[in-house]
C-alpha cells in the first residue's frame, strides 16, 4: 500500500470554480455574475457590487454580452439593466469616454441604434435583457443590475460542484448552450474540401440551430480564425489576411440542397432556424451550398453581417467545422 502522501502526489487534483449563492459561472470570462432585482442608481448599484469584492459587470465581446442577456432574461426580466460603464465626459459618442468601474478595457459595443445618446452632465450604460443593445441613462435612474467578481478556486473534497467543462478539441471554441465545439478554418477552399477536411477530424461543416449559434459562429469566423493545413486540402492558396481580401470570401457552412430540400450535412433539422439573406436562397439551379457571411462590409447585401447566402461550390475564404463536446 502507497503512503497517503505519496497518493496525494499522484492523484490528478482539479481546481474547480466556485460563486456564492445563487451566482452564475461564467466560464469563458472565469467570473461570478450575480442578478439584483431591486432597482437603485448606478452609484449605489456599484457599492452594493462591492460587498461581494466586485463591480457593475463589464462585457468585452458578443459571447460575454449573449450570455449575460440570457441569464438577465431567466434571472431578472425583459427590461433594462445596469451595465459598469460610466462616461467621463458629455461626449459620449467617443469610447475613450467611458470607463468600466472594473478598470477593464473599454474595447467593446453593442448599441442599439442611434445610440449612445447625450444626456448632459452624466451618462452611464444600460441594455436590454430582450435585445442585448446598449443605451446610455442618466445615472440617477434606477435599474437592476449585475454584479461581477472573480470566484474562489476551491479543491473539491468529496462532492464536486455542479461544473460543465468544456471538452472540445484543442483549439476548438466551446459554445455551453449547444455542448459543441467549433473551429474556424481559414484556407480557401472549396465545399468539397471544407467537408472532407470537418470530417477528416471528426466534425462536420457547422450546422446552425439558433440566433445564439448563429451570433456565436458570426464571431469565430471574425476572430477565433484557426489557419490550418491539412492532409486534405491544397495548401498553396495561403489566406491574406489583409480586410480588402477578407471581405470578398465568405464562410462555409453545412447547408447543402439535396434532393430537393435544404438538409445540413450533421443530419440535424432545419426546421429549428434559418437566416437567409434578404432574396436567398436564389439561383435555384446552380447554387446548391452555403455560406455566413460574417464581413459587414462584404460586398453585396449584409447589413447585419450575420445572414446566409446560397452559392456554388467554389472557393471561399473560410469554414468553420463543429463537433460534440465529449
Ligand atoms: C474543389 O477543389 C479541388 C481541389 O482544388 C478540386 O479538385 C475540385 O474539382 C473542386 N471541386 C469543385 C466542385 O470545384
Ligand atoms: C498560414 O500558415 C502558412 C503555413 O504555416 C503561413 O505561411 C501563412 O503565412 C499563414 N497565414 C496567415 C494568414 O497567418
Ligand atoms: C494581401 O492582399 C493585399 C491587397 O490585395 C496585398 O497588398 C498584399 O501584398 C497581400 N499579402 C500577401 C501576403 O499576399
Known sequence: MLPSILLALILPVSIFAQCGTGAIYNQDRNKCYQYYTASMDFKSAETVCDTTNG???????????????????????????????????????????????????????????????????????????????????????????????????????????????????????????????????VRQANFTEANAACQYEGAQLASVHSKLENDFLVEISTTHLINQTSPTLKTHVIYNSTITTRNKFKVYIGLVYLDGAWKWTDGSSTKDYLNWAAGEPNNMNREFWTVLMPDVNTEDYNPTGTEWNNIENNEQRAFICKRAAS
Open 55 to 185: 463591480h457593475l459587470v463589464s462585457v468585452h465581446s458578443l459571447i460575454d454580452n449573449t450570455f449575460l442577456a440570457q441569464q438577465a432574461q431567466k434571472n431578472l426580466y425583459n427590461g433594462l439593466v445596469w451595465l459598469g460603464a460610466e462616461a467621463t465626459s458629455e461626449v459620449v459618442t467617443n469610447p475613450n469616454n467611458w470607463k468600466w468601474t472594473d478598470n477593464t478595457a473599454f474595447n467593446y459595443q453593442n448599441y442599439q441604434s442611434g445610440q449612445p445618446s447625450v444626456l448632459g452632465s452624466t451618462a452611464c450604460m444600460i441594455f436590454s435583457a430582450a435585445t442585448g443593445k446598449w443605451l446610455t441613462s442618466s445615472c440617477i435612474n434606477s435599474y437592476p443590475f449585475i454584479c461581477a467578481y472573480d470566484p474562489i478556486n476551491v479543491v473539491p473534497t468529496t462532492t464536486c460542484p455542479p461544473q460543465k467543462p468544456s471538452n472540445c478539441p484543442s483549439r476548438y471554441a466551446w459554445l455551453e448552450e449547444t455542448n459543441s465545439c467549433y473551429k474556424t478554418i
